[in-house]
């Protein structure tokens, strides 16, 4: 009669397991998506968009000699800095954090994806 009972019970426990692991490889791959504009070489040039070399906890529009939209000025004056959470939604949607942002990019929407990219950006710090 416990075993009826208990069964359902591990079926709910393992559905709540933690979340994928991040796979830094796997995140350069996806970072290949990126590269059309950015680069993340330490003393890299910018291209299109800003090199994102050290990326990760860097306040945003400081990279010197770069010229950034406006808005993302505006923000990056409000305190706007790239931590974790603000890459992940920037990534996801770009329009949803920086609305009149110049970056022409739809965003990545894979949960997986965003998790093995900010992995290797982090490793390029």
């Not at 075993?3 to 709540?16: D, E, I, T």
Request: glycine share 8%; proline share 4%; hydrophobic share 45%.
């Amino acid at each position: 009669m416990i075993a009826r009972f208990a069964m359902p019970a591990l079926l709910l426990a393992g559905l709540a397991a933690p979340a994928a692991a991040q796979d830094v490889a796997a995140g350069q791959r996806v970072f290949n998506q990126c590269r059309a504009c950015h680069v993340i070489e330490n003393n890299g040039r910018n291209g299109v968009g800003p090199n994102l070399h050290g990326v990760v906890g860097r306040k945003a529009a400081s990279i010197e000699n770069f010229r950034y939209s406006a808005n993302m000025r505006q923000l990056a004056e409000g305190g706007l800095t790239w931590d974790e959470a603000t890459l992940r939604r920037y990534i996801a949607n770009p329009k949803d954090l920086v609305p009149q942002g110049s970056m022409a990019f739809a965003g990545i929407r894979n949960e997986q994806q965003l998790n093995d990219l900010i992995a290797y950006l982090k490793t390029q710090n």
